[in-house]
């Protein structure tokens, strides 16, 4: 069973910047493949980002391209997400999940966090 917990998120204006953290425990996180999502109030949870456990395979969703970054220490168990030239669109929960795929697909992800909230005012 592996554990994952989200921290880092916060309020900032547009144009800001955010690191999030991922913590897994519980599990062999070098073979888990990590993803971020995200959801909007009433919006349905989206993908954002994705990296395979060796870093060889990196995915994007277009929304946030060119403007996050997500990255993994294997020494840490620990997956982070920097954003950069966040937008008030970017606000939501963000999720960190891990799976045995690397896809947009969130159903494909076994494990997931709680959430932190990011939100980028105007």
């Known amino acids: 069973q592996v554990q994952v917990v989200e921290s880092g998120g916060g309020l900032v204006q547009a144009g800001g910047s955010l690191r999030l953290s991922c913590a897994a425990s519980?599990?062999?996180?070098?073979?888990?493949?990590m993803a971020w999502f995200r959801q909007a109030p009433g919006k349905e949870r989206e993908f954002v980002a994705a990296?395979?456990?060796?870093?060889?395979?990196?995915d994007y969703a277009d929304s946030v391209k060119g403007r996050f970054t997500i990255s993994r220490d294997g020494a840490k168990n620990t997956v982070y997400l920097q954003m950069n030239s966040l937008k008030p669109e970017d606000t939501a929960v963000y999720y960190c999940a891990a799976g045995s795929i690397v896809t947009a697909l969130r159903g494909e992800y076994d494990y997931w966090g709680q959430g932190t909230q990011v939100t980028v005012s105007s």
């Open positions: 519980g599990g062999t996180f070098r073979t888990y493949n």
């Open positions: 990296i395979k456990w060796s870093g060889s395979i990196i």
